[in-house]
């Protein structure tokens, strides 16, 4: 049984890595969406759910500020707690752009983003809505390329994501976030849009079809990762999901702890996505259920085996080194190597097409990096067990006066390659 364990987490995990090679080579769609004259522009909707985050309110409101669309056709709903009595104090003193309006969500549960969500978009009157959180910065020209984009293509594109990128940091865990979501957003995802294939969605800078959005009834209150779902949800009424190319630019958790939390969260949630999914409509057809393997089953057993796998390979090698155990077996050593490699040219690729800097040092950081998941995945699969709908919430401190933000901003305003 073991053995053929050993097999099966073998071939999976080699096809896991061959995907990702592939993706790294897959060029990225451009369709060519003539920008809208501002008498076209349909109205669009920003939806902010927000909680325990008055430090960074003025922040927020100048990023959204800054976004380049006609103030008459954008409705920003921002949406607060109840009892999250100093957020709403921190926006009550705040001088509100036009068309900007603060939503108090009613008593009851669960406290979730995807809840506020559902409240914001009962009263949403935009034909597109986007989901922003509290420490993003999105690109100024965000909005007019995704209006483009939905008026370009038939009504079956129901989503489109935007990539996110870290701002630069060169502390070990930021820097290894960065790389991370250069390759999923810049990288796996644009792959898996070429290919048809529905993705779990980003937690923010998702651009939506309103209509879309009603008729599945809006976001699962109770998934901790409302993005992931509601993609297999819209995939499975028949509905595409595609990529922009205008970032939206975040911050990364820089303590452990923070990161812990983060990462748990996202694991957990992505085994109750599995969990719903793997016994829905998605998992009727081959594409569904080669979406499902790739995007969560294979990383979310990623996430619980790297650690452990790691370690046993180490103790096999050093013991191998002091005649302790039998050498460690050639296939193991392969694995390793032929998916840190795909891994790294997958890396270098998103450094690449994010406008980074090329450097190896990250992509043999990630050795390090990867291993670190396992203690997410331990905690969160307690709490998929004992709190499944628990939410742990990411704090956000506001950004030091940073003076790269505006060069980041206006150097990604073209298409990449």
């Given at each position: ?11 999976g ?16 769609a ?55 009595h ?9 001088d509100?752009p ?59 594109l ?22 991370e ?84 969260r ?20 081959p ?27 180490l ?57 670190l ?14 709190a ?9 401190t506001?950004?030091?006066a ?9 150097r990604t305003?073209r298409?990449?390659?």
């Amino acid at each position: 049984m073991l053995q053929g364990l050993h097999l099966l987490f073998f071939v999976g995990f080699m096809g896991h890595s061959t995907v990702k090679l592939a993706a790294a080579f897959t060029p990225r769609a451009s369709p060519l969406a003539p920008p809208l004259p501002d008498e076209a522009l349909p109205a669009y909707t920003i939806i902010v759910p927000l909680y325990r985050e008055a430090a960074v309110a003025a922040e927020l409101i100048a990023n959204l500020a800054r976004l380049d669309y006609p103030r008459d056709r954008l409705q920003v709903l921002i949406v607060l707690e109840a009892r999250d009595h100093e957020t709403q104090a921190a926006f009550g003193a705040l001088d509100l752009p036009a068309g900007f309006q603060v939503l108090i969500a009613p008593p009851g549960s669960p406290r979730t983003k995807p809840r506020a969500c559902n409240i914001a978009l009962e009263r949403a009157h935009g034909e597109l809505v986007v989901i922003y959180d509290a420490e993003d910065a999105p690109h100024p020209g965000q909005l007019r390329e995704a209006a483009a984009r939905f008026a370009q293509a038939d009504a079956g594109l129901a989503c489109l994501q935007a990539p996110l990128r870290i701002e630069p940091d060169p502390r070990f865990l930021p820097d290894q976030f960065a790389l991370e979501y250069a390759v999923l957003f810049d990288v796996f995802l644009p792959a898996l849009a070429r290919w048809g294939l529905p993705f779990p969605l980003g937690g923010t800078s998702n651009h939506f079809r309103a209509c879309h959005l009603r008729a599945v009834s809006g976001w699962d209150a109770y998934n901790v990762t409302e993005d992931a779902d509601i993609g297999f949800r819209l995939a499975a009424q028949g509905h595409r999901l595609g990529v922009l190319t205008l970032p939206t630019f975040e911050t990364a958790p820089t303590a452990l702890t923070v990161w812990r939390r983060q990462r748990a969260r996202w694991i957990k949630g992505h085994l109750q996505t599995l969990a719903v999914h793997a016994r829905g409509r998605a998992a009727r057809t081959p594409s569904g259920v080669v979406a499902l393997v790739l995007t969560l089953a294979l990383p979310v057993a990623s996430s619980h085996l790297h650690g452990p796998m790691f370690a046993w390979l180490l103790l096999q090698w050093v013991g191998s080194l002091l005649d302790l155990f039998p050498d460690v077996p050639a296939m193991d050593w392969m694995l390793m190597f032929f998916g840190w490699s795909c891994a790294a040219i997958a890396g270098a690729q998103a450094q690449r097409r994010a406008g980074q800097r090329e450097r190896i040092l990250p992509l043999l950081g990630a050795i390090v990096y990867w291993p670190l998941q396992s203690l997410a995945a331990i905690e969160a699969l307690r709490q998929f067990v004992v709190a499944p709908f628990h939410w742990d919430k990411t704090p956000h401190t506001p950004r030091a006066a940073n003076p790269l933000l505006p060069r980041l901003l206006a150097r990604t305003g073209r298409a990449l390659p």
